[in-house]
Every structure is written in structure tokens, then in C-alpha cells.
């Protein structure tokens, strides 16, 4: 029989309780009585003034922003929106129904009062509670980036100068006249130009260096987005934002150990070294290996991992792989002379040492190149054949030979498809 049509009064005020419609199992009910954040409010207290009006409760966002990260939401307003239409996520923050939730804009306050200091801060101590429960491995490390595209467009980059000094400045630079109010000012207590006002215009003086070459944040900087920096996608697009560089254990639990946001044109090899150190110093942790890509694989940190004991897992890229010449692989190389020898067995000496590249280049006769009878699969150069080989190569070997063995593939294929994702 067909039942009547389906009414209701919804805005008639039901007496419920939000206590009982959320499962006992539920996970926010288990996260709830494991995490006890009440120490966020020691934390915070004395960027509060004693009078005014009361604000939200800080632990209320810091719970948001735990919700955000298990339910993979991508934006504040989303997650507000999730927060008013799931009741588990009412009963976390410890809001009724009839109650209203904190508005989107109170995220961007809260933030600007707490600082970066109290946020990383509270990383560390939810990390420390993983530690304590047992979650955290130790035995592997595995290390990631993530490149996050900004809200930023690369027109609107200007020169760095003229965003950080004023006009005024310029015309000195310029030798343009400059108003005698202004020569006051920036002449110092002894008479003399106040030059060093170029030196304050150098904002990266800490940032890793960038090899040969001078990125294009060093010259220009966003008017929308001062922080982002150019970087280029996998889909070949070159747009303006960060990165995220940071490190999980390899234990089932996957914890995030450090985590660190620099200018998307900050490479991840340049922050490897100091990002472990300083996650093993504070973790007290002492790794049998660590997973990467081969972006991590340069010499320096290779040779720093291995002479810590840590084996470094991590495929080397092979510049000369598309070369239609013999490659570097195919020249043994003795110690003892320190010479190395082609396919053919002709000498190959030192000619000279690239202490910028760390690399030395060694170069075999003309004249025996010249009348070689495989020189077409070698080398075009009527001047000898030339190689190099790099200072670390000691290290690089080493690496070389974990590579094809049952547990260096099994930690490659676990690190696709087990922090990849992450």
C-alpha cells in the first residue's frame, strides 16, 4: 500500500541531545579522549589582553584545523561548511545545535596573533605524542616535497628594489636631485650617505644558495604574494608559489616528522641535510636508511648520509643517458694513478679539477682518440676524449651498488605507494 506523503515541520525545535546521536565509536570520540589540547590555552594567553570581548576559545581552532587535515578539506570556508552539516564534527568542537560556528575571517586573526612560533610549536608536541605512543619507527626516514601553486599571477612581478625602498631612494641612485628634507634624513650622524640602505634591500642573505646561477626571486618579488616564488609544474606550466620539503617515518603509522615551507624555488636537495639533522637531533632517532627521488641524490648529501651510517636509498640520475657516446659508466677508473681507462684501455690523465662542480676532468691523448677505430661511438672531438668524475664518487659507487638488491627495490616500491600520497 502506498504510504501517505512524507511531512514535516522541520523548523519545529526538537529536544535532543548532540551527545546521543553521535556514535560512542565514532573517531572524533576516540581522537577527543586520546588528544587533550588544553594546553594550547598556556600557550596562547598572552597574546590576549585582559579586557574586552571574550574571544573564541582557542582550542576550537586548533580542532578545526585537525578536522581539516583527517577529512583532506582544502579551504576554511569548506571546512565551516563541513563543520555546520556533520554532527560528529559539532560534538568535537563542542558546539550545539542551536549554536553558531566561528566565522572564516576569525582563522585569518587567529593566525595573525598566534604567529608561525605557536603553530610549530603545536606540531612538535602532537608529534611528541606519537613518539610516546609508540607510532614512530625510527629505522627509515623518508623524504618528499610537494610544490603548492600560490594565489598569485607572474604579472604582477616587479623588481625586488623598487618594492622594498621608496622612490626616493631610487632617484639617489639615479643622480637624480633629491629634496634637501630628504638628504637630511638620510644622511647619517657623522655627515656620510647612509649607503648601507642597499644592504637592508637584500632579503634572501639566508636562503640556500642557488648554484651558477641567480633566481629569478632574487630579482623580483610578487606584489599579491611577497613569499611565492617561480617554479615550474610536471604539466610544464610555470606559475608563482611554494614548497613544502618534509620527512615521514617509514613505519606503518607514517608520521609526518618535520615539516618545512620555503619559495617554490628552493630545491629539495638544498634543505635535505639540515632538515634530518635537526629532526634526528630532536627525535633522537638513528636511521638505518633514507628513501628519496633522485632530486635529493647529489654528491654532498649522499656522502654526508653515508658517513652518518645512513644507507641512501635514492635512485642517481644519469646526466650522460641520452648521449649517443660511450658513457661515463664505461671508463674504470684506478685509484692508485688516478687515471681512468676507455673500452679500449687508452689512459685518460687528470687535466684539470672543477672545484665549483666538484668534479675532476680527465682527458685522454689527441692522438690516440684520433686513430681509434670506435672514436665514432665515443667522442666527435678531434682534441681527446674528455670525462669526469665526480669528488663523491666514492660515496655514488657505494649507492650504485645498493641498487638492484631485494631491499633497496622493496623501499622504492613502499615509497611510491606508501608516502607518495602522503
Not at 549554536?99 to 586573526?109: M, Q, V
Not at 611528541?128 to 594565489?151: F, K, M, S, Y
Not at 639615479?174 to 637630511?184: H, L, S, T
Not at 690523465?349 to 682518440?369: F, H, N, P, Q, V
Amino acid at each position: 500500500m502506498l504510504g501517505p506523503v512524507k511531512s514535516c515541520d522541520l523548523g519545529r525545535p526538537v529536544a535532543v541531545s548532540l551527545d546521543r546521536l553521535v556514535p560512542h565509536d565514532h573517531f572524533y570520540r576516540y581522537l577527543d579522549a586520546r588528544l587533550d589540547l588544553s594546553f594550547v590555552r598556556d600557550w596562547v594567553r598572552e597574546a590576549y589582553p585582559d579586557r574586552g570581548r571574550p574571544s573564541v576559545d582557542p582550542v576550537v581552532f586548533f580542532k578545526l584545523y585537525l578536522v581539516m587535515f583527517f577529512e583532506g578539506t582544502r579551504s576554511e570556508r569548506q571546512l565551516l561548511a563541513l563543520a555546520a552539516d556533520r554532527l560528529s564534527v559539532r560534538w568535537y568542537l563542542g558546539y550545539g545545535l542551536e549554536e553558531t560556528l566561528p566565522d572564516a575571517s576569525g582563522f585569518t586573526r587567529f593566525r595573525q596573533r598566534l604567529g608561525l612560533t605557536v603553530f610549530r610549536r603545536f606540531f612538535e608536541r602532537v608529534v611528541d605524542l606519537c613518539q610516546d605512543a609508540g607510532l614512530v619507527w625510527g629505522n627509515e626516514v623518508v623524504a618528499d616535497a610537494t610544490r603548492i601553486p600560490g594565489n598569485a599571477s607572474t604579472d604582477s612581478l616587479v623588481p625586488r628594489l623598487r618594492e622594498v625602498v621608496d622612490d626616493r631612494l631610487l632617484a639617489l641612485f639615479r643622480g637624480d636631485a633629491v629634496p634637501d628634507d630628504a638628504a637630511a634624513d638620510d644622511a647619517a650622524p657623522d655627515g656620510s650617505r647612509r649607503w648601507d640602505l642597499l644592504e637592508e634591500c637584500r632579503l634572501d642573505q639566508g636562503r640556500p644558495p642557488s648554484g651558477p646561477y641567480r633566481r629569478l626571486s632574487d630579482r623580483k618579488i610578487s606584489r599579491t604574494d611577497p613569499d611565492a616564488a617561480a617554479m615550474s609544474m610536471r604539466d610544464g606550466r610555470s606559475v608563482l608559489g611554494d614548497q613544502d620539503h618534509y620527512l615521514v617515518d617509514g613505519g606503518k603509522g607514517r608520521i609526518i616528522l618535520h615539516c618545512l615551507v620555503t619559495p617554490g624555488d628552493v630545491a629539495e636537495n638544498h634543505v635535505l641535510l639540515d632538515q634530518l639533522r635537526r629532526t634526528l637531533f630532536r627525535r633522537k632517532l638513528r636511521p638505518k636508511r633514507l628513501l628519496a627521488d633522485a632530486k635529493y641524490a647529489t654528491g654532498e648529501n649522499i656522502r654526508a648520509l653515508e658517513e652518518q651510517g645512513i644507507r641512501a636509498y635514492m635512485p642517481l640520475p644519469e646526466w650522460d643517458k641520452s648521449s649517443p657516446y660511450y658513457h661515463n659508466a664505461a671508463f674504470t677508473y684506478d685509484g692508485e694513478r688516478d687515471v681512468s681507462r676507455c673500452p679500449q684501455g687508452q689512459v685518460l690523465k687528470l687535466e684539470w679539477t672543477d672545484e665549483a662542480g666538484g668534479r675532476a676532468i680527465y682527458r685522454a691523448r689527441a692522438a690516440s682518440c684520433n686513430s681509434c677505430s670506435v672514436k665514432s661511438e665515443c667522442t666527435r672531438s678531434k682534441q681527446g676524449r674528455l670525462i669526469s668524475r665526480s669528488v663523491h664518487a666514492e660515496y655514488l659507487d657505494r649507492v650504485r651498488g645498493y641498487q638492484g638488491t631485494p631491499a633497496y627495490e622493496k623501499a622504492i616500491r613502499k615509497r611510491n605507494v606508501w608516502i607518495e600520497p602522503r
